[in-house]
């Protein structure tokens, strides 16, 4: 059974910079070729698409709110998914989710509901 958690959520000064990870355990080779995504939400509010990418691939999807901010990569072993978050603003404080096994297409990455599997998330707090 495929497991995911997050780690590396905290409270950061207004233009910081965090790095999420996303460990993907449970499952015997690497993860190459998954469809993956980070999520954020604010309690009382909807959860919000942050970023999807294929784990492997070349390329990203990002959200409007965070393009040229934020980067998603991951590690050699293609086991742990990461959120490079820089310039923080206090618009981006939220628990942040990844999930897996979800579709990466155009127009679907967005889709909370196409993903399987989630983490717990991780607390991010921007303060000025």
């Known amino acids: 059974q495929v497991r995911l958690q997050e780690s590396g959520g905290e409270s950061v000064q207004v233009g910081g910079s965090l790095r999420l990870s996303c460990r993907v355990s449970?499952?015997?080779?690497?993860?190459?070729?998954?469809?993956m995504g980070w999520f954020r939400q604010v309690a009382g509010k909807e959860r919000e698409a942050v970023a999807g990418?294929?784990?492997?691939?070349?390329?990203?999807n990002y959200a409007a709110s965070v393009a040229g901010r934020f980067t998603v990569s991951s590690d050699n072993a293609k086991t742990v998914l990461y959120l490079e978050m820089n310039d923080l603003k206090e618009d981006d404080s939220a628990m942040y989710f990844c999930?897996?096994?979800?579709?990466?297409?155009?127009?679907?990455?967005?889709?909370?509901?196409?993903?399987?599997?989630w983490g717990q998330g991780t607390q991010v707090t921007v303060s000025s």
């Open positions: 990418t294929i784990i492997g691939g070349a390329t990203a």
């Open positions: 999930a897996a096994d979800g579709n990466c297409g155009a127009g679907y990455w967005q889709r909370s509901e196409g993903f399987p599997i």
């Open positions: 449970g499952y015997v080779y690497s993860y190459s070729g998954h469809c």
